[in-house]
């Protein structure tokens, strides 16, 4: 098993609001949001039901919806909303600096 480590990803101000960003961070694509809370979240860019890129979903509070089709995806704790059923990887973020880092 691999250690956990930081790895930085992008500058904050370069991170839109609301809007996710794909990073590909050892072969894993990650999606990345800023949202409207400031917090910023780092979930699997695959969404459970079709493979969906989530980076290109809506943001709404904590949540994503799925681009293809608007499955509703904590990006807290990665689980699908019912009645759909499912989870995805969650990944710890920090902002130190004016940069975000991501815990791969």
Same mark, same amino acid.
């Given at each position: 098993?691999?250690?956990?480590?930081?790895?930085?990803?992008?500058e904050l101000e370069h991170l839109p609001m609301q809007i996710g960003q794909e990073v590909n961070i050892e072969g894993k694509?990650?999606?990345?949001?800023?949202?409207?809370?400031?917090?910023?979240?780092?979930?699997?860019?695959?969404?459970?039901? *079709?493979? $969906?890129?989530l980076a290109e979903g809506v943001v709404s509070g904590e949540y994503v919806f799925c681009a293809l089709h608007n499955w509703k995806i904590s990006l807290v704790t990665g689980e699908v909303q019912k009645p759909d059923d499912?989870?995805?990887?969650?990944?710890?973020?920090?902002? *130190?600096? $004016?940069?975000?880092?991501i815990t791969v």
């Open positions: 098993m691999q250690t956990p480590k930081k790895v930085k990803v992008i694509s990650i999606a990345l949001f800023r949202l409207s809370s400031g917090d910023v979240r780092a979930v699997s860019n695959v969404c459970p039901h *079709k493979n $969906g890129p499912g989870c995805i990887q969650t990944y710890e973020t920090e902002v *130190k600096d $004016g940069y975000v880092y």
